[in-house]
């Protein structure tokens, strides 16, 4: 079995921790079920240590998700909804393109944030015109314009940021939000979006990781030279062995290309060895390992960024990649 630990309280300390170094209001984005770590539990953790002003999800799904917590939150929808909208007090909409406006001012709760693009291509609004015509709809229909912000590509992104300025200082608007994980102390606006760092997946190593990764050995096998294991062209043990069989594979997001990626266990990096199967994979140990060991891809003292590295993938996919079959939830 492949367990996921998640610890809420570093998500919150996370939380306290960009207050803090910012001074700005703070959204926590939980798309994608709160980066793999579970919506409801991260927006429970969060409401009952902070007055959250806003959450933000991609899609008009994960808002249904989140409106079912009854949280009495707020909540900003980033990309257009394909389907129906829905009408409810606590969910905003983003406005992407001039076309929505009229579909919103249908709806009792008209209530939005206008996003302009700033290379994403995620949004047709992108002149300081293009930003009048839609406040002028707005207003023309009763929508309640509530915030006006972008994505940066990055910090180094200075023609993006001073374009922003130059639209935050003509539009006046409760929340003005440019920055997210990426670029978090970049100054501008009043408020900023958390995500990755918000899970601590390493992306800036003074946030805390949140998650771990493990499982326990199935068996230990004493090999001895030219065993074979797996289906060809597996693994053939060139000399007397200690190997951990490990249950979990590439159905569970050990993709197969990680053969000889290190794997940490009691204070040691084992690396695996031999074609990864669908639900199984070996690790060679130089000790016999007790049934209660844990093998991590990631933890603590091996967090993701380590991980990642090792195993030539983006920090933020270890979050999202694995899917384990038993979540544990810890607080301390």
């Known amino acids: 079995m492949f367990y996921k630990t998640i610890n809420l309280g570093a998500i919150r300390r996370n939380y306290q921790r960009c207050i803090d170094k910012t001074g700005k209001y703070v959204f926590p984005v939980i798309k994608a079920n709160a980066y ?98 839609a406040m002028s709809l707005c207003h023309e229909y009763e929508i309640n314009v509530e915030g006006i912000y972008g994505h940066l590509r990055g910090s180094k992104e200075t023609k993006a940021i001073a374009y922003m300025r130059e639209v935050f200082s003509l539009f006046d608007v409760k929340y003005k939000h440019l920055v997210s994980s990426e670029n978090y102390l970049v100054d501008i606006g009043n408020a900023i979006r958390i995500g990755s760092n918000l899970y601590g997946d390493g992306l800036d190593t003074k946030f805390e990781q949140s998650i771990e990764l493990y499982t326990y050995a199935s068996r230990i096998i004493h090999a001895k030279k030219g065993d074979t294991f797996g289906y060809y062209p597996g693994y053939t043990a060139a000399s007397s062995c200690l190997l ?52 991590y891809l990631t933890c603590k003292a091996y967090p993701i960024s380590y991980f990642a590295q090792n195993n030539n993938i983006y920090n933020p996919e270890v979050l999202l990649l694995f899917h384990p079959e038993k979540i544990i939830y810890v607080d301390d």
């Open 36 to 133: 793999g770590c579970g919506i409801k539990q991260v927006v429970e953790a969060l409401t009952k240590s902070f007055d959250v002003p806003l959450f933000c999800v991609s899609a008009l799904e994960e808002a249904k998700t989140f409106l079912k917590l009854r949280t009495q939150k707020d909540i900003l929808i980033f990309e257009t909804p394909r389907e129906k909208l829905i009408d409810n007090p606590h969910l905003l909409y983003s406005i992407n393109n001039l076309k929505q406006i009229k579909a919103i001012s249908h709806l009792n709760n008209r209530r939005v944030h206008i996003q302009i693009d700033l290379g994403h291509n995620r949004s047709d609004i992108k002149s300081i015109e293009d930003v009048k015509k």
């Open 244 to 295: 951990a069989e490990l249950p979990i594979g590439y159905a569970t997001g050990f993709l197969r290309n990680y053969t000889g990626s290190m794997l940490y266990c009691q204070n040691q990096l084992y690396p695996v060895v031999g074609a990864v199967s669908m639900n199984s994979l070996l690790v060679q140990i130089d000790r016999y390992i007790p049934k209660d060991a844990k093998f």
